[in-house]
Each structure stands twice: as structure tokens, then as C-alpha cells.
């Protein structure tokens, strides 16, 4: 019954917001920086079944609470389609996704209750990468990547010594000039490996410190990545062909071949995070049994044995 209550809301909410759903898919076959969409509800999916043990011991029945949550998405929904005429398109549309994925949380709740929604939190929370980057949030990261990969770029072309000259935006090779423009900013691979890392996280890491940390580490593996891609393209483009800037597959897919050495440079970082807390656990399990009841009991008869034999 909690199953078909959670699916019956669900479905409820996915019909008040079908018109969001649609033109959300439409932005998913035109856009390349919203084409991770259709695999976040089946990650979030898969998390919530492998933690179903967990959420199971936790069910209890939370109608208040969980009316309370949908209802704010219920609002976000309303105050969505009121600003609607003073929104751009992305901004509307991530108001009203928000409304979705707060809508489906209380749903949650309503079926399952506040207990196994602590239980289930990773996969609820996921569910907010269906939400278009917000411009005020995007726009700003595009500038700054397109920026900071400029400069790593640099860096790489002196470290190459290859002859060149920089300015502003522009570098000036033998024979052709490059422009690092937004598109070169790599906001679509760096938002799919911040995804990537956050899964990884859970997947392989215990602690939050450590799961921040990967996913920290993934702005500057970006900006190295980017400064790389920029570079490797400028130089074939000024000693091979100048089609590799213009119309070549590499300029134009090029990002496929540069994540893989993004996820390349990230897999070290993730195994040192695990060596870390590999090195920790036994710490902390001594800290926690030296706490426990049990363990001050066995102290205590240490320290009988102690005094009776002198």
C-alpha cells in the first residue's frame, strides 16, 4: 500500500508538471549540457534499492510532515507559472523542476515516513541534478571556467615551449589565432564529473570529509583538462591542419576524449581518499569501543586483576 500511495503521488505530480516534463525533454535532445537528465531518476532508483534494508527498518507513516513538503513544491509550481512572462526559459524551468523534485521528496515522506527519508537522503537529494543550472548560477561558472581554462592553457603552452602570445582571450600561434571562447569552458564535462565523483563518493568512500573532498577536487582536474584540450587543439590546428579549430570532430566532440583523461586524473584521487580512511578506521573503532559500556566493564576487571595480584 506504501508503494502504490508513493507511485500514485509520483504520477500526480509528474501530470501537474507535464508541460515542465516536455519541454524539459525537448531542452535534453538540443542541449548537450542537460543530456545527464534521463539517467539521474535511475541512479537515484538504484540507491534507493540498495539501501532498501535500511529505509524498510525505518517506515513509519508521516502524512503531516510529507503533505507539508509537497505542498512547497505545490508552491514552487504556482509561483513558477505566475513569474513565467519575467523568467527566461532555464530559470523557469528550474523553478518548476525544483517544484518536481521537492514534490516527489514529500511524497516520499507521505508513503515512508522522516525516519526512512534520512535513510533514503542520498538518492532523494541526487534527484536535484534534474534541475537546469539556474542562469544566475551558470553564467557566472561559465565565465569563470572559460577564464581559469585560458590560463591553464597558458601554462601548459610554456610549458611546452612552444613559441606564442597571449591576449586577453586570444593566443596567437604560428600561422592562426585562438580564441577560448564560453564554449571552451567545459561546463558540460565538469558538471558530468561532478555527477561521476559524487557517485564514486558514495560508492567507494565512507566519510563526508572525504566524499567533499573528491568532489572538490574535480574544479581543478577541469581546469587542467580544459587548458590541455585548448592547447592539443591549438597546436594541431597551427602544425597540422587548421580544420582541428574549425570543423573537425575532435573541436566538435572533443569533450568525450578529454573527460576520459578527467576521470583518469580523478581515480588517484580517489584511491588516496580510501587509503586515508582505510588508515583511520581502526582509530576510530578503537575510540568508539574504548567509549562503549562493554569496554569500560573489561577495564574495570583489568584493573581488579590488577590491585588483587600486588
Known amino acids: 500500500m506504501r508503494h502504490g ?83 527566461g526559459r532555464n530559470d523557469y524551468l528550474s523553478a518548476m523542476m525544483l517544484g518536481l523534485v521537492i514534490w516527489t521528496t514529500g511524497s516520499f515522506v507521505v508513503a515512508y515516513g522522516v525516519k526512512a527519508l534520512k535513510s533514503g537522503l542520498f538518492p532523494m537529494l541526487f534527484l536535484a541534478f534534474l534541475i537546469p543550472v539556474p542562469d544566475f548560477i551558470l553564467d557566472p561558472s561559465v565565465t569563470f571556467l572559460q577564464v581559469a581554462s585560458a590560463g591553464a592553457a597558458e601554462l601548459v603552452f610554456k610549458m611546452s615551449g612552444v613559441p606564442f602570445l597571449r591576449e586577453g582571450m586570444i593566443f596567437s600561434l604560428p600561422g592562426i589565432d585562438v580564441e577560448v571562447a564560453e564554449q571552451c569552458s567545459g561546463i558540460r564535462s565538469s558538471l558530468a564529473l561532478v555527477i561521476t565523483a559524487i557517485i564514486a563518493g558514495k560508492l567507494f568512500l565512507r566519510d563526508t570529509p572525504e566524499k567533499a573532498a573528491l568532489a572538490l577536487a574535480v574544479l581543478p582536474i577541469t581546469i587542467f583538462k580544459n587548458g590541455l584540450r585548448i592547447v592539443t587543439l591549438s597546436l594541431l590546428a597551427s602544425y597540422v591542419d587548421p580544420v582541428f579549430i574549425t570543423g573537425h570532430w575532435l573541436h566538435r566532440s572533443g569533450g568525450i576524449p578529454f573527460f576520459v583523461v578527467g576521470l ?47
Open 264 to 310: 583518469i586524473l580523478l581515480a588517484p584521487v580517489l584511491w588516496v581518499l580510501r587509503r586515508v580512511e582505510v588508515r583511520e578506521i581502526p582509530a576510530r573503532e578503537s575510540n568508539t569501543n574504548q567509549g562503549s559500556p562493554e569496554a569500560q566493564k573489561m577495564s574495570l576487571l583489568r584493573n581488579k586483576e590488577s590491585n588483587y595480584g600486588q
Open 5 to 87: 500511495i508513493f507511485l500514485v503521488l509520483v504520477a500526480a505530480g509528474a501530470v501537474l508538471h507535464g508541460g515542465t516534463l516536455a519541454e524539459l525533454a525537448a531542452l535534453f535532445s538540443r542541449s548537450e549540457l542537460h543530456q545527464h537528465i534521463p539517467l539521474i531518476p535511475l541512479v537515484s532508483a538504484y540507491f534507493l534499492l540498495m539501501n532498501r534494508r535500511e529505509i524498510s527498518r525505518a517506515i513509519e507513516w508521516s502524512p503531516k510532515t510529507g503533505a507539508a513538503i509537497t505542498a512547497a513544491g505545490g508552491m514552487c509550481f504556482v509561483m513558477g507559472g505566475m513569474l513565467e512572462a519575467e523568467l
